[in-house]
């Protein structure tokens, strides 16, 4: 396959930059038949959760292999003594978000939420909109993973409707009992992998937040998708700065989601509470490794450069050039060829029900399995018999190892028509 890809580049009938990704599949595969596999993500969906969510930038990828050495992770090298670990993360992420006054990585969503809810109500009770009560996927339901770090689910309103008055007087029946110490914070989750239609009411951040202020109970609100600001192009999103301006106190979320980053768990808000939890500890437990915090800086310095954010925001017309160029380069040398609109998603579980205008080069369905099967491994889309591939997800420096897997994969189904 190598060799193939340098005839072509040769022949100037592939950029000499796209070779360089053939050689990494192909010792990606030398090296680990059995392990992980590097997929060419040809679904249209851009966080997919069954591959990795997030691949890294470029600067993260370097960061990444930089920090597998020795590294100042937990050394001030100026003074010679010991640093807080992860320090130059901490600001980064506190320059990312001015809102916030501390914060804390862990090592997923989950685990930021978990720690959040252990350290603020172990014992006491957390309360949360019964609409909010959600189950994210393989199983994963919030409402076990927080009593199983020891704070009591106190549930209030119904599953579409909940009002501000519900949480009060969730606080005021508290007050009423022995020591009204009862209710260790209010919790509000953004429900982000399904809508709720018609006949719904909800009590925002600002006024649960300004409620939380008065009655002197933290307000956390899990956001999940892990957007650090607005982004115009997901109105209906929820972000970390604008959770923390409208009145909560601790922000959860994911950063391996919307943000692009490496697994982890954000937490961000008031400085005394990040430290609290900090302290606690289940903290040590859940912490991340160096590898992670090296990622993560990277991907926070420089969100824009993060491939989730670039798939996200690719424009149609360009999606459309180089699925054009793609079927044109093919020809009809891998059987019926045809470029046709597709419609991505964001995934992970995040802005439901948000279209990504794209296209795809549709292919005889029968390419399917050998692209998926091969090396690299290619994921595209069955729809109406026909394999869709969706460049949306597929960089450009990819795309010539995605052409010659597609030759192969029509050699392999109609070996007397390849090439
Ligand atoms: C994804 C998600 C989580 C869990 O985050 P992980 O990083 O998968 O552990 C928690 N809450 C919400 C609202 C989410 O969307």
Redesign the pocket.
Known sequence: MIAEAQRRARADALDPAGVLPVVRAQLASLAGAAGTRPVLNATGVVVHTNLGRSPLSEAARAALVDAAGYTDVELDLSTGRRGRRGASLTDALLAAVPEAGGALVVN??????LLATAALAAGREIVVSRGEL?E?GDG?R?PALIESGGARLREVGTTNRTHLADYVDALDTDVNEVDSSGVGALLK?????FRVDGFTAEAGVPELGRLARERRVPLVV????GLLGPDAALPQEPDVRTALHEGAQIV?A????LLGGP???LVLGDEELVERLRRHPMARALRVDKLTLAALEATVRDPAQAPVTQARQARPEELRRRCEGLAARLGSTVGEVEVVPSEGRVG???APGVVLDGYAVALPEALAEPLRTGTPAVLGRVHGGRLLLDLRCVPAAEEAALELAVRRAASAVQPTDHR
């Open positions: 997923n969503g989950a685990a930021a939420l959600v994210i994963f919030l989750v953004h429900p982000s992998n899990d956001l999940g998708s959860t994911s950063a391996d989601k697994q982890a768990g992970g579980g995040g």
